[in-house]
Structure formats: structure tokens, C-alpha cells
């Protein structure tokens, strides 16, 4: 799901300026070389830290997560290997987004209340589910728990972040496997890395074949569109808590189905 940033620069490096900077700072360790590269790369934790806001807000800021991004570029600089046919900008983007990942998780942003609602409120969907034989309202399934509206509003958005969040993290595992998926466009990748691909293609396939057709809209414009919330909710003409909760049963099935192939 997660792709690399489209926003570019003015001043982005063509492949041979960035190789050419690179083989001098590597040579020299020239701090101005170094700062050259990690401007016009700086693109990628500003994109990150946009892509991810949705689920670190309260938490981890947008401001501290491109101070995170860009010591990670720093570090890409010193550690990246062109050798392992792996383009910079894959390697730096995977790289920032999980160090801005582990940001987020440091701040043990799940209260264990969010988890036993969550729970609370599953329970309830299903219970009231099979006595409607529809799905019920956020005012039914308030009324069920016996709590106000706006307090399931609230709970309910706490839930979608982390449900997102999870998901990110099992997306990020995926990537790492598929440090596979992205070659360097000379040489053919390997059995293993097409058996790989092949593999992982169809289970994302197979996973989003498992969502409704409403779940997979949401979802192409949460994840491939990068629309908020709010967004997705103007287009569709439905509320935002109806968005986030369709967002949420959407990711917990692919997470599901993905955590299978991930972890076997």
C-alpha cells in the first residue's frame, strides 16, 4: 500500500548527480556534500510525516517526525550500499517511515482502555448486527454500551488510528521483505525475489478481493489517494465517523489476511 512520495523538488538530483555526490561524500565525508544530498531528499520525512499525521495526532507532532526523518537521511547517507541494486529514494523513504513508525509506537500511544472498548464495541456491532439484520448506527450502538454518542465518537477515532497504525507497522514488514520488490532496473531480479513477488502480489490480491465493494473505495482513497478523512467523507456522503469506521473493519480484514502471509 504505502508508495513513495510524488512531491519533488527543485532541487532533485538526476541519478548521476546523485551518484556523483554520493562517491564524493563517501570518499571525503565532506559535511557540505552530505547536506547537498539530505536537501534534495528532504522531500521524503516531510511526506512521511504528512502521510502519517492521520494517526499521530495527540502523539507524535508532524514537526518531530521531519526532525526524526531527517537524522534517519543522515544515517541513509552513511548506510546505504548501492551494490544491493536497491534505488536511495526506496531505501531512504522505507527507512524514514519506519523510523517515524517507531516514534509514534515510543509514545505507547494505545491505552489499554482504547483496546477494551475496542472490544466493547465489536461485541456490540455483531450482537445488534444479527438482531437488525443490518448494520446498526453509532447512536444504536451508544445506546447498547449505555454511553453518550460523542464519548463512541471519540473512541471510535482513537480505535481507527490504531487499527491504521497496526497495519502500517505489518505494511512496513512487507516492504522489508520486499527490499525485493524494487530493483535497480539493470539486473533481473533473482527466483527467490520473483517467487517472492509473485507471492506477496497475490496475497494483496486475495485480501482485497476479501473487502465489500465500499471498503475497497475507501481504502484505494485512504492509502493510493492519500485523502482524509474529511475528504473521503465529502466525496462518499456519509459522515466522518462512518468513514473511519468503514476504514477500520476494512484494514482489520486485510491485516488479518496479510498476517497470514507475513507470518505464515
Same mark, same amino acid.
Given at each position: 500500500?504505502? /508508495?513513495?512520495?510524488?512531491? /519533488?523538488?527543485?532541487?532533485?538530483?538526476?541519478?548521476?548527480?546523485?551518484?556523483?555526490?554520493?562517491?564524493?561524500?563517501?570518499?571525503?565525508?565532506?559535511?557540505?556534500?552530505?547536506? /547537498?544530498?539530505?536537501?534534495?531528499?528532504a522531500?521524503?520525512?516531510?511526506?512521511?510525516?504528512?502521510?502519517?499525521?492521520?494517526?499521530?495526532?495527540g502523539?507524535?507532532?508532524?514537526?518531530?517526525?521531519?526532525?526524526?526523518?531527517? +537524522?534517519?537521511?543522515?544515517?541513509? +547517507?552513511?548506510?546505504?550500499?548501492?551494490?544491493?541494486?536497491?534505488?536511495?529514494?526506496y531505501?531512504?523513504?522505507?527507512?524514514?517511515?519506519?523510523?517515524?513508525?517507531?516514534l509514534? /509506537?515510543?509514545?505507547?500511544?494505545v491505552?489499554?482502555?482504547?483496546?477494551?472498548m475496542?472490544?466493547?464495541?465489536?461485541?456490540?456491532?455483531?450482537?445488534?448486527?444479527?438482531q437488525?439484520?443490518?448494520?446498526?448506527? $453509532?447512536?444504536?450502538?451508544?445506546?447498547?454500551?449505555?454511553?453518550?454518542?460523542k464519548?463512541?465518537?471519540?473512541?471510535?477515532?482513537?480505535?481507527?488510528?490504531?487499527?491504521?497504525?497496526?497495519?502500517?507497522? +505489518?505494511?512496513?514488514?512487507?516492504?522489508?521483505?520486499?527490499?525485493?520488490? *524494487?530493483?535497480?532496473?539493470?539486473?533481473?531480479?533473482?527466483?527467490?525475489?520473483?517467487?517472492?513477488?509473485k507471492?506477496?502480489?497475490?496475497?494483496?490480491?486475495?485480501?482485497?478481493?476479501?473487502?465489500?465493494?465500499?471498503?475497497?473505495?475507501?481504502?484505494?482513497? $485512504?492509502?493510493?489517494?492519500?485523502?482524509?478523512?474529511?475528504?473521503?467523507?465529502?466525496?462518499?456522503?456519509?459522515?466522518?465517523?462512518?468513514?473511519?469506521?468503514?476504514?477500520?473493519?476494512?484494514?482489520?480484514?486485510?491485516?488479518?489476511?496479510?498476517? *497470514?502471509?507475513?507470518y505464515?
Open positions: 500500500m504505502s /508508495r513513495l512520495p510524488e512531491t /519533488r523538488q527543485q532541487n532533485r538530483l538526476s541519478d548521476e548527480e546523485f551518484q556523483t555526490l554520493f562517491s564524493a561524500y563517501k570518499k571525503t565525508g565532506d559535511t557540505e556534500v552530505r547536506n /547537498r544530498l539530505v536537501l534534495a531528499y522531500h521524503i520525512p516531510k511526506a512521511v510525516a504528512l502521510q502519517l499525521r492521520g494517526i499521530s495526532q502523539y507524535a507532532q508532524v514537526d518531530d517526525m521531519i526532525n526524526q526523518g531527517i +537524522l534517519t537521511l543522515m544515517d541513509c +547517507l552513511d548506510k546505504f550500499d548501492p551494490e544491493k541494486g536497491i534505488a536511495f529514494e531505501y531512504a523513504y522505507m527507512r524514514v517511515r519506519g523510523s517515524a513508525i517507531d509514534i /509506537r515510543k509514545q505507547d500511544w491505552p489499554r482502555r482504547v483496546r477494551e475496542s472490544k466493547k464495541i465489536t461485541e456490540a456491532e455483531n450482537t445488534l448486527s444479527n437488525f439484520m443490518r448494520e446498526p448506527t $453509532y447512536e444504536e450502538i451508544a445506546k447498547y454500551l449505555d454511553i453518550p454518542v464519548k463512541l465518537y471519540n473512541y471510535s477515532k482513537e480505535i481507527h488510528n490504531a487499527t491504521v497504525f497496526s497495519f502500517e507497522e +505489518l505494511i512496513q514488514n512487507l516492504s522489508q521483505m520486499g527490499s525485493v520488490l *524494487e530493483g535497480n532496473g539493470n539486473d533481473d531480479p533473482s527466483p527467490e525475489k520473483k517467487l517472492i513477488r507471492e506477496l502480489t497475490a496475497a494483496l490480491q486475495t485480501a482485497l478481493e476479501g473487502l465489500s465493494e465500499r471498503e475497497r473505495l475507501v481504502v484505494t482513497m $485512504y492509502y493510493y489517494e492519500n485523502l482524509m478523512l474529511a475528504d473521503i467523507a465529502e466525496v462518499l456522503g456519509i459522515s466522518v465517523q462512518r468513514v473511519s469506521q468503514i476504514n477500520a473493519k476494512a484494514v482489520s480484514k486485510l491485516k488479518t489476511a496479510l498476517s *497470514e502471509f507475513v505464515g
